[in-house]
Structure formats: structure tokens, C-alpha cells
């Protein structure tokens, strides 16, 4: 069975680091595209970047770029998103995703396994 596991969540102040952890279980990670995507209290759920599984090429949404990155340990089967000079609006549950398109996209509809998600607070 395909799982994927977040963790790392928290709370942080604004200007924070805060880094959180994609884990899989049961599949191999290093065939997939993994994304992260987060949710904030009524809205949608949005892309905020996305790593490929053998060049590990990265896309990243306009609100992040340059703040966080995603690296990808395929030997430990996890993806790591760290985050940087964190802001309020970054606040929301943060969820992994698998998907297996040829190329790295934040779209929901392109992944197909998905985490439970960790909620990362960014409040002084």
C-alpha cells in the first residue's frame, strides 16, 4: 500500500525557519513526482512546489520562490521542505503528494497519493 507521512510542524514566529518531511512507505519514492501543497482555514488547497524524481529539478509557486526548498533523499525515501523567513500567510496544514507526471507541476489534479498533512503555524 502506498503511504505518505508528513512531519516537522509548528509553530514559528514571522521571519522563522521551520523544515518538514515528506516519508514513504511502501513504494518507491524515487519514481515519483513529489509536491507540497498547504491549506489554509477556508481556502483551497494550493502548490507550493514540486520536485522530480531523478534530476530532482524543482518548481516552486511565485509566493514562496526563494524562501523554501525541496530536496529529495531518495536513498532515505523523503522529501524535504524547508522553509525560511516565514511569513503569516504561510500558515496551513502542509501535505505531500505523489504523482507521476513527466514533468513538476502544483496542480492537485496531477498527484494521485497523498499525505494527512502537518499543521505549521507562523504567529508571534
Known amino acids: 500500500q502506498l503511504r505518505l507521512v508528513e512531519s516537522g510542524g509548528g509553530l514559528v514566529p514571522p521571519g522563522g525557519s521551520l523544515r518538514v518531511s515528506c516519508a514513504e512507505e511502501g513504494f518507491a519514492l524515487g519514481y515519483y513526482n513529489i509536491g507540497w501543497f498547504r491549506q489554509a482555514p477556508g481556502k483551497e488547497r494550493e502548490g507550493v512546489g514540486c520536485v522530480r524524481p531523478r534530476d530532482a529539478d524543482t518548481v516552486y509557486a511565485e509566493s514562496v520562490e526563494g524562501r523554501f526548498t525541496i530536496s529529495r533523499d531518495n536513498a532515505r525515501r523523503t522529501v524535504n521542505l524547508q522553509m525560511d523567513n516565514l511569513k503569516p500567510e504561510d500558515t496551513g496544514v502542509y501535505v505531500c503528494?505523489?504523482?507521476?507526471?513527466?514533468?513538476?507541476?502544483?496542480?492537485?489534479?496531477?498527484?494521485?497519493?497523498w499525505g494527512q498533512g502537518t499543521q505549521v503555524t507562523v504567529s508571534s
Open positions: 503528494a505523489a504523482g507521476r507526471t513527466s514533468f513538476c507541476s502544483i496542480h492537485v489534479s496531477d498527484y494521485d497519493v
